[in-house]
């Protein structure tokens, strides 16, 4: 695998948390009713903390610097782009049924799965095809916002 763009790193590093994430969301669907509810609540503050700004900086940031070096939208980053409403309301779904005290484990399985899709896609399709497509002086001059992960 062709080394990342150092300015893409920090979007691989949120990827790396979430399909840490994606991996507890898919293991939890068999798991007691009360351990659902603790994954569920924890995804929540995951996605609170990280993956709303990660989605913001993917979609004010970067997606822009490809759009303006291609003539329409590559299919990738429509998937991309749809990927990102499913989460948010798949992520509305579980607040709903965290709300309600009882977290269904087929939601959290379709979520995790869908998240996992989602990185895969970015880092084997999107992320080369916007290395390739955008200059390394631009990507280099690309910012994102400082995090701090524990």
Do not use: C, W
């Amino acid at each position: 695998m062709p080394k990342r763009h150092e300015a893409l790193i920090p979007l691989t590093h949120d990827h790396h948390h979430a399909l840490v994430q994606a991996r507890r969301l898919i293991e939890a669907e068999e798991a007691l009713p009360e351990e659902r509810l603790a994954v569920g609540r924890e995804f929540v503050t995951f996605y609170e903390n990280d993956t709303l700004l990660h989605f913001h900086e993917e979609e004010e940031v970067l997606f822009p610097a490809l759009l303006g070096r291609v003539d329409e939208a590559p299919p990738e980053l429509i998937r991309v782009l749809l990927d990102h409403v499913t989460i948010h309301g798949m992520v509305s779904d579980l607040r709903a049924a965290l709300a309600e005290g009882t977290v269904d484990g087929a939601l959290l399985k379709r979520l995790g799965e869908t998240l996992k899709a989602h990185v895969r896609l970015e880092e084997t399709k999107l992320f080369p095809l916007i290395e390739q497509a955008v200059p390394d002086a631009e990507l280099g001059h690309i910012e994102f916002a400082e995090r701090h992960r524990g």
